[in-house]
């Protein structure tokens, strides 16, 4: 079995997300090796060796699009390699370069998958529908190699010991139409604290806060003082109270901290597939029915408006 994974970087790093999908792709193939469209291949290459991976097939991007370079240098190389399986991470760049590898190769997709196993020639994708309210296993049918995105934070990422991926260069590439799309800037989003994916603590409102200076009030803060990251549920989002970007659940991101904290959050299944897997869930409403309590390690049946100020004062008063 080789599985291959489509590389992502933060810098000059490994994302989080190729790292996830490196260890899992060792529980389960012989080979794994990666393909990266990027500019920094050499750096990467060490990190990735620890995770197991043993090539690192590597296009420079310039300034074309990820997804267009990356898909089309899989599709240069596969024919002589013959992976079995190709991993991409559930990410904007990710589902990007699957989708073109897909109709370059001719074969369909499995995307939003939260398990993978492999039992002999039988390739299994899980994942969740109905806005998370089932889990279905998929099974690949067809011939290889079978092309899948992954959800973040479906595996721990947990190091190998491997020496440095040996880096091959990939050029010469037929990028087509789409290789004269280029970009013109790049904005990086502003933030105060962890990224979200990586917080350690997560604080996430929803719509029982009933607005959204009381957002800014009770979530941001208490964020702060804990070291954590701010989310929020999908239905604040689409109030306008808070960016995309801070949404947690099934069409958000998916994060798996070790303190998540649901502040006015009833639970909707779509909301829940994204931070269930956290360590530890503390959840306060003062709905005692509310979905949430179900998946809470410590519940608080209250008004956040009372509980949350007093939890500040305390933590304030801790210096």
């Known amino acids: 079995m080789k599985i291959w994974i489509f590389a992502e970087a933060e810098g000059d790093a490994p994302s989080t997300a190729t790292l996830e999908l490196c ?51 899989i599709a240069a190389l596969v024919d002589e390699h013959r992976p079995d399986i190709i991993l991409f991470a559930q990410t904007y760049d990710g589902r990007d370069a699957i989708a073109r ?3 370059r190769l001719d074969r369909p997709v499995l995307t939003n998958g939260s398990s ?4 002999g020639d039988t390739v299994k994708v899980g994942t969740a529908i109905f806005g998370g309210n089932t889990l279905v296993d998929a099974v690949f049918e067809g011939p290889k190699p079978y092309l899948a995105a992954i959800r973040p934070k479906s595996f721990s990422a947990e190091p190998a010991g491997g020496g440095a991926a040996a880096v091959v260069p990939v050029s010469g590439l ?37 607005s959204a200076e009381a957002y ?6 208490l964020a702060k003082l804990l070291g954590g990251a701010s989310g929020a549920s999908r239905a604040i989002v689409d109030a306008g109270w808070v960016p995309y970007s801070k949404q947690v659940g099934q069409t958000g991101k998916t994060v ?19 931070m269930k897997g956290s360590d530890h869930i503390i959840a306060v409403n003062k709905d005692g029915e509310a979905p949430i309590f179900s998946v809470a390690d410590l519940g608080i049946v209250g008004d956040v408006h009372k509980v949350v100020p007093k939890l500040l004062e305390a933590l304030q008063a801790r210096g």
């Not at 993978?116 to 039992?119: A, G």
């Not at 800014?216 to 803060?221: D, G, H, K, R, S």
């Open 23 to 73: 260890t899992k792709a060792r529980e389960l193939a012989d080979t794994v090796e990666c393909v990266y469209a990027g500019s920094n291949a050499d750096a990467l290459a060490g990190p990735l060796g620890e995770y197991g991976v043993t090539t690192l097939y590597a296009a420079d991007v310039g300034d074309r699009l990820v997804g267009v370079v990356g898909a089309a240098a």
């Open 101 to 103: 590898l897909s109709a």
């Open 116 to 119: 993978l196993t492999v039992d």
């Open 174 to 210: 037929e990028l087509g139409r789409a290789g004269e799309a280029t970009v013109l800037a790049r904005h990086v989003e502003e933030r105060e604290g962890p990224k979200l994916e990586e917080a350690s603590i997560v604080v996430s409102g929803g719509r029982g806060l009933g």
């Open 216 to 221: 800014e009030q009770l979530v941001e803060p």
């Open 256 to 274: 798996k901290p070790k303190v998540y904290i649901a502040l006015g959050i009833s639970g909707a299944t779509q909301h829940m597939v994204g």
